[in-house]
T-cell receptor
Framework: DAKTTQPNSMESNEEEPVHLPCNHSTISGTDYIHWYRQLPSQGPEYVIHGLTSNVNNRMASLAIAEDRKSSTLILHRATLRDAAVYYCILSIETSGSRLTFGEGTQLTVNP | DTGVSQNPRHKITKRGQNVTFRCDPISEHNRLYWYRQTLGQGPEFLTYFQNEAQLEKSRLLSDRFSAERPKGSFSTLEIQRTEQGDSAMYLC?????????????FGSGTRLTVV
């Protein structure tokens, strides 16, 4: 499975935008880029996913580099409830679409 | 639709005992996945089903582990002769179709403690 690289931790202030980076230099043409987040003692929660174009939903935006070797998850206005571990994952249908999680980025949101 | 439901939420068992966990996916989702997560690590893939067929198993799934999904609805994960190393959070996820393009919905997990 192609791997992703994320910073171990990031900090943000409440109500400010947050940009969470992810590098995936070995991505292949059929890999989807997924983002999930996980709060303590809960299962991961789907945030957003995309293939080539930038994506927006009610939770976040996903900006994908033109060469697809990196992407950025954007939380437009961080809240305290956004404090979580954020995972950037590549998913490919030929692997049964299983997700290979890394260690993710621990996001701390300061009031 | 109440999402993916997992039972029990917590299980404490003595080493050597058998345990069984249940996962009820979102009703129209035909794909179901099991993951295991230890403290401080991301979830690790164990196995997945498309309808009732078990299509892939990780090498993490030793002979003591067995998963079933009869009739393509709920799924069970059984661990026989539990060991302390089996202590972890066991997560179930489901997706409507190819998860790569649909996303996954996870349950809250079953936390297993082997004493």
């Amino acid at each position: 499975d192609a791997k992703t690289t994320q910073p171990n931790s990031m900090e943000s202030n409440e109500e400010e935008p947050v940009h969470l980076p992810c590098n995936h230099s070995t991505i292949s043409g059929t890999d989807y880029i997924h983002w999930y987040r996980q709060l303590p003692s809960q299962g991961p929660e789907y945030v957003i996913h995309g293939l080539t174009s930038n994506v927006n939903n009610r939770m976040a935006s996903l900006a994908i580099a033109e060469d697809r070797k990196s992407s950025t998850l954007i939380l437009h206005r961080a809240t305290l409830r956004d404090a979580a571990v954020y995972y950037c994952i590549l998913s490919i249908e030929t692997s049964g679409s299983r997700l290979t999680f890394g260690e993710g980025t621990q996001l701390t949101v300061n009031p | 639709d109440t999402g993916v439901s997992q039972n029990p939420r917590h299980k404490i068992t003595k080493r050597g005992q058998n345990v069984t966990f249940r996962c009820d996916p979102i009703s129209e989702h035909n794909r179901l996945y099991w993951y295991r997560q230890t403290l401080g690590q991301g979830p690790e893939f164990l196995t997945y089903f498309q309808n009732e067929a078990q299509l892939e198993k990780s090498r993490l799934l030793s002979d003591r582990f067995s998963a079933e999904r009869p009739k393509g609805s709920f799924s069970t994960l059984e661990i026989q002769r539990t060991e302390q190393g089996d202590s972890a959070m066991y997560l179930c996820a489901s997706s409507l179709g190819p998860g790569a393009n649909y996303g996954y919905t996870f349950g809250s997990g079953t936390r297993l403690t082997v004493v």
